[in-house]
């Protein structure tokens, strides 16, 4: 019974290391292709030089939202002073949403204006890289796309929107901001919540080296993007109110 029991545990051992041995990050990773580990790491490298970039071109995007708020304030100041309030219980007006989103996507817009040429960058070079899993290659290139598409595109003319929606007694969308939320939304359809299932699907392809990398691109957006986006609230906040706050009289 003891040598039985012994050799019992030497057989539990030895298929307990290859256990281990299968799930190791090399055997893990047996099954990934050169085209795909290659075009992963091509990616995550591309993916934290552009965030780098992206924190370093910071006070610019900063910047740019102050300045829109800076022209707000010197075209039209006050332009809804006067708008309906939404009360508690009381119906949603739906224009004033529309108008509330063209606002917001025009804060956005004007800070994402600074990182056109870069986000068209990375867009050329993201589109070069393919994975022998198609839907991953499809989202990655979509994404890439779309964020090098919305920097690109002009942002709408806040005051004339605001000043039309005024003139229609707070009841009518312009067709402006209907055209720029209709282009804003096209550009949502491909970007927006891509960004988790890419990481996820993704990671079936890093290495341990790649693994480092996502890992530094997660930290550097956490400690800085993350404190820099509570400044860009802060400008946002200026447009709000220039649009809200009439000039003094006199």
Not at 98 to 114: C, H, Q
Not at 117 to 141: D, F
Not at 143 to 151: M, V, Y
């Amino acid at each position: 019974m003891g040598r039985s029991r012994v050799h019992s545990a030497a057989l539990l051992a030895t298929i307990l290391a290859v256990a281990l041995l299968a799930l190791s990050p090399c055997a893990a990773l047996a099954h990934v292709s050169p085209g795909d580990a290659s075009a992963t790491r091509a990616y995550l490298q591309i993916d934290y030089a552009a965030t780098r970039t992206e924190v370093s071109n910071f006070p610019a995007s900063i910047a740019a939202v102050e300045k829109l708020a800076v022209q707000v304030h010197a075209e039209c100041p006050g332009v809804l002073a006067s708008a309906p309030r939404s009360t508690s219980g009381a119906p949603v007006n739906p224009t004033a949403e529309a108008l509330v989103e063209e606002e917001l996507d025009a804060v956005l817009g004007a800070a994402a204006n600074t990182e056109s040429a870069r986000r068209q960058r990375v867009a050329g070079l993201v589109a070069r890289l393919r994975w022998s899993n198609a839907t991953l290659t499809r989202l990655i290139h979509a994404q890439a796309a779309g964020e090098a598409e919305r920097a690109a595109t002009p942002p709408p003319n806040l005051c004339a929107d605001m000043r039309s929606w005024v003139a229609s007694g707070y009841q009518v969308v312009p067709a402006a901001t209907h055209s720029y939320l209709l282009h804003e939304f096209a550009i949502a359809v491909k970007t927006e919540g891509k960004e988790a299932t890419i990481k996820r699907k993704l990671a079936a392809y890093e290495s341990p080296a790649d693994k480092r990398i996502a890992h530094k691109l997660d930290s550097l957006e956490k400690s800085h993007l993350h404190p820099l986006l509570k400044k860009l609230l802060v400008a946002a906040n200026k447009v709000g109110e220039a649009l809200l706050t009439p000039a003094p009289a006199g």
